[in-house]
Each structure stands twice: as C-alpha cells, then as structure tokens.
C-alpha cells in the first residue's frame, strides 16, 4: 500500500476520532463545568482507544499479526507515540488558543487535533505499525 493511501485511511479514522473526541468533549465540558483541560485528557484517551482499533483494522492492517503480546505493545507504543503527541499538543494549544485566542473550547480542540496530525501519522506509520 502506498504511503498517499494509507496517509487517506489515517485520516478517515482520524474524522471518526476527531467527532468523536469533540462530542465526548462537549459533554465532559458541561458535568466538568470550568476544567476544560481535564474534559479534554479524557476525551483524548477516548479517542486514542477508538483509533488505536480502528488503524490496526483498518490502516495498518496489512502490517503485522493480531497476536495478543504484538497487539499489546503496539497499544503501549500507540500511547507512548500519538498519545503523548496528542495529549501535550492538545493541553498544550488549548490553553493558548481559550484564554489567548478567545476560541470555544470545541472549535480550540479540532485545531489543536489537526495540528497533531501530521506527527501522528509518522509516528505510526515509522514506529508503532512498523514492518517488522
């Protein structure tokens, strides 16, 4: 598979999180009144779970087996990659963009996740779904 395609199936499932992490958001937001930036590691490790199945299913499925020890260090590798990443680029930019920016915090989030993409995906990509 080349690299353009599998670049558009990372972010298939990268719209599917992204939805989902802003609508997990929304609601953490609302019962988390005031600490956005709690509402946000959760919905982040939400969404971090959802697309670590969706790649190994669906972008990276031709790499690799589904072996049970192989899945589980992909999943610590996932985390240690695009979920420190995402989270130290996510709680990092948001605070910037609320209270300097004035932006609403969902509107915040989805640049703060695009912004991360393009790491992600290399990271991914070259590490946790590596040839092996």
Same mark, same amino acid.
């Given at each position: 598979?080349?690299?353009? *395609?599998?670049?558009?199936?990372? #972010?298939?499932?990268?719209?599917?999180? /992204?939805?989902?992490?802003? =609508?997990?958001?929304? &609601?953490?937001?609302?019962?988390?009144?005031?600490?956005?930036?709690? $509402?946000? $590691?959760? $919905?982040?490790?939400?969404?971090?779970?959802? #697309?670590? +199945?969706?790649? *190994?299913?669906?972008?990276? @499925?031709?790499?690799?087996?589904?072996? @049970?020890?192989?899945?589980? =260090?992909?999943? *610590?590798?996932?985390?240690?990659?695009?979920?420190? +990443?995402? /989270?130290?680029?996510?709680?990092?930019? %948001?605070?910037?963009?609320?209270? &300097?920016?004035? %932006?609403?915090?969902? &509107?915040?989030?989805? $640049?703060? *996740?695009?912004?991360?993409?393009?790491?992600?995906?290399?990271?991914?990509?070259?590490?946790?779904?590596?040839?092996?």
């Amino acid at each position: 598979m080349t690299t353009f *395609v599998r670049w558009w199936k990372f #972010n298939a499932v990268g719209a599917v999180g /992204m939805g989902l992490q802003l =609508g997990v958001l929304a &609601v953490l937001n609302r019962v988390l009144a005031g600490r956005y930036l709690l $509402a946000t $590691a959760l $919905a982040i490790e939400v969404t971090l779970l959802h #697309n670590f +199945v969706w790649h *190994v299913r669906y972008t990276w @499925r031709d790499r690799g087996d589904s072996a @049970r020890l192989e899945m589980w =260090g992909r999943l *610590v590798r996932f985390h240690l990659s695009n979920g420190l +990443v995402s /989270m130290a680029g996510n709680l990092a930019l %948001m605070p910037l963009l609320v209270e &300097v920016g004035r %932006m609403p915090v969902l &509107v915040a989030n989805a $640049a703060a *996740v695009l912004g991360c993409s393009v790491m992600n995906f290399w990271l991914g990509d070259g590490w946790v779904f590596a040839q092996l």
